[in-house]
């Protein structure tokens, strides 16, 4: 298994601003995920952090809304920026351990829970 | 259509109940299938780990898995209010590891 921390646990923000949530892994990783999980809605990927390249996003998520940082094999940042209501979710991040194969089990932190007013 | 489907509940029973989680799915490509437990304010952890169909028993939870009518389960036998939490179903293809991910079903087992 892996230990995932992440800060802020929760946070509210206003309208317009900005919020970095940290992810720290308790051994390295290859692979790390950011999710997004709504209320009543599925987990959905954000994005791939790989450390040594740039955030792989999925469709609808674009750097400049959520840029990435992966500075070594055991911590990255997701930033959330100029925030609006509906940015208002609970975000996950996530890591793999092994080499990315089908078998591999994916394993998340305990979340950030941010509100925007 | 979405790609996994679950019914969000809630499902609340008595404790001791047997229960029933339930997942359909539409890609005929999915061959690795996953529960997760998710207890309010955590996140996910990994319940049951299953590839193609057939079933697996761990404790008091079996998966099963019918890849020929795209529906996985999970039960749960004598259940206990510690089993209140919202269980993901998750299913990724072969070559895949990024799973995709149902709603999830929030369970109430009331003592």
């Known amino acids: 298994s892996a230990v995932i921390s992440q800060k802020p646990s929760r946070d509210i923000c206003q309208r317009g601003t900005s919020l970095t949530i940290q992810c720290q892994v308790d051994?390295?990783?290859?692979?790390m995920f950011w999710y997004r999980q709504q209320p009543g809605q599925s987990l959905t990927l954000i994005a791939t952090?790989?450390?040594?390249?740039?955030?792989?996003?999925e469709s609808g998520f674009v750097i400049d809304k959520f840029p990435i940082s992966r500075p070594n094999l055991t911590f990255s940042t997701l930033t959330v920026s100029n925030m609006s209501p509906e940015d208002s979710s609970i975000y996950l991040c996530?890591?793999?351990?092994?080499?990315?194969?089908?078998?591999?089990?994916?394993?998340f932190g305990p979340g950030t829970r941010l509100t925007v007013l | 259509q979405k790609e996994v489907e679950q019914d969000p509940g809630p499902l609340s029973v008595p404790e001791g109940a047997i229960v029933s989680l339930n997942c359909t799915y539409s890609n005929s490509a999915f061959q690795y299938f996953m529960w997760y437990r998710q207890y309010s304010r955590k996140g996910p952890e990994l319940l049951m780990y299953?590839?193609?169909?057939g079933n697996k028993e761990d404790g008091r939870f079996t998966a099963q898995v019918d890849k020929s009518s795209k529906y996985i389960s999970l039960f749960i036998r004598d259940s206990q209010p510690s089993d209140s939490a919202t269980y993901l179903c998750?299913?990724?293809?072969?070559?895949?590891?990024?799973?995709?991910f149902g709603r999830g079903t929030s369970l109430i087992v009331h003592p």
């Open positions: 952090a790989n450390q040594g390249s740039e955030a792989t996003y």
């Open positions: 996530s890591v793999v351990r092994g080499d990315g194969l089908s078998t591999d089990t994916q394993y």
């Open positions: 998750a299913m990724k293809a072969g070559g895949s590891y990024i799973p995709t």
């Open positions: 051994s390295q990783v290859t692979m």
């Open positions: 299953t590839y193609s169909s």
